[in-house]
């Protein structure tokens, strides 16, 4: 008869194999997004919405074509994030129409921080939903997280469901 391993064994064992947790410390719809003046993007005409089956708002956003270079949306969390390490986490319906190239910063109370270009996998699948995620690393708190259109050009915005803040524990 074979001996169960000691529960110290196993402890150690589980701890080893334990996925990483994440805790969401808050959720922008993308229709909330906002721009400069502090109006709402879609009310104003820079993004539009519309609803998608699977979308966790219930729409899906993107910044308009006409928008010019460096035209920008934000979307304000009303805790500030903590300094530390930190994922924003996008969720983005793709479609088939290509997106216009964008940057994507945080918002301090000293200003923006440049996080690099947001990407969407090439290989996503049409009218399916992604999560991108975008390593932050600060330490500082902040409190928004601002998409700006980075090339001349009459294509749109990704469409984006929701914007997240998730701390890993």
Known sequence: MR???????????????????????????GKSFLLGDGSNAVAKGKAESKDVSGAKSGAVTRV?????????VTAWFGIP???GNSIVRLRVYVDKEKPAKFMVYVNTGEGQINLGELKIPADATPET????DVPV???????GFTI???????????????VSVILAE
């Open 81 to 83: 994030t903590p300094a």
């Open 64 to 72: 308009k074509g006409e928008v010019n270079q460096w035209g920008f």
């Open 129 to 132: 939903f992604v999560d991108v």
């Open 148 to 162: 700006k259109k980075a090339e001349k050009s009459d294509l749109p915005g990704p469409w984006i469901d929701q």
């Open 3 to 29: 001996k169960a391993p000691p529960l110290a064994a196993l402890t150690l064992a589980l701890a080893a194999t334990a996925v990483h947790a994440e805790t969401v410390h808050q959720t922008v719809p």
């Open 137 to 143: 690393k600060m330490d500082r708190e902040w409190s």
